[in-house]
């Protein structure tokens, strides 16, 4: 049996918490983006992801709310729920120690980050950050896994199970399908058709109904439409 004085002979990595956190600006409007924060680094000097190494006795989630508070500035919703993307485990991912990453994707709604600390950078079709150079460390493939991760969730045209309206809640209630639709388009990086999107949708949705009769928007140009929130239980 291995005493606990033998394991102090086992060499141990440094363990970090990353954070890809993104976001749709302007859900509600006719041109939302998807996008991800960045931040500026000193030590290293640099371009990178929210992040910290795990203090002695501290869980994964700990830290995960630890970075969000100490490093980003924010306060993490109930409704918000942080998701595994993977370990990044390459021992030369940093330069300065054995570090490996339990990495995190933590999607939010725009004002949910109007006070924090970074640069929302807008995400290309393709997946890269618009106009973003490398990210230190290991911290692209973090966002190339966050990114497709989301994806996946809103892309529909090749699924026929599991599909759900907005499945990290982007888009604030009540919306039209128009606004929804612009909402997956964002996300998934292209166009989608229109009637194929409508038809799969409106079965999980319900329409705003005010004394039995449909809410029309108000506020959209053109004609006015349909107002629907997502299905309830």
Do not use: C
Request: net charge neutral; glycine share 8%; aromatic share 6%.
């Amino acid at each position: 049996m291995t005493s606990p004085t033998d394991l102090e002979k086992f060499p141990r990595p440094g363990v970090t918490v990353d954070l890809a956190i993104l976001t749709v600006v302007g859900a509600s409007d006719t041109n939302p983006e998807l996008r991800l924060l960045v931040q500026d680094r000193a030590d290293p000097a640099g371009r990178a992801l929210p992040g910290g190494f795990i203090r002695e006795r501290w869980t994964v989630a700990q830290t995960v709310d630890d970075v969000l508070r100490r490093k980003v500035g924010i306060n993490l919703s109930t409704s918000v729920e942080p998701r595994l993307l993977r370990v990044f485990d390459d021992p030369g991912r940093d330069e300065r120690t054995w570090a490996i990453s339990v990495a995190h994707s933590v999607s939010m709604r725009e004002a949910d980050l109007a006070n924090a600390d970074g640069d929302l950078v807008r995400v290309t079709g393709d997946g890269r950050l618009d106009g973003e150079g490398s990210l230190l460390f290991d911290h692209d493939q973090i966002v190339a896994a966050a990114v497709e991760s989301l994806r996946e969730r809103y892309e529909f045209r090749y699924r026929y199970v599991d599909v759900h309206p907005d499945p990290d809640g982007f888009l604030p209630s009540p919306f039209t399908l128009h606004q929804l639709r612009k909402v997956h388009e964002a996300v998934v990086g292209a166009e989608l058709h229109k009637d194929n999107f409508n038809r799969r949708m409106k079965p999980l949705l319900e329409p705003l109904l005010r004394k039995g009769e449909p809410v029309l928007s108000e506020s959209l140009r053109g004609r006015p439409a349909a107002l629907y929130r997502r299905q309830r239980g």
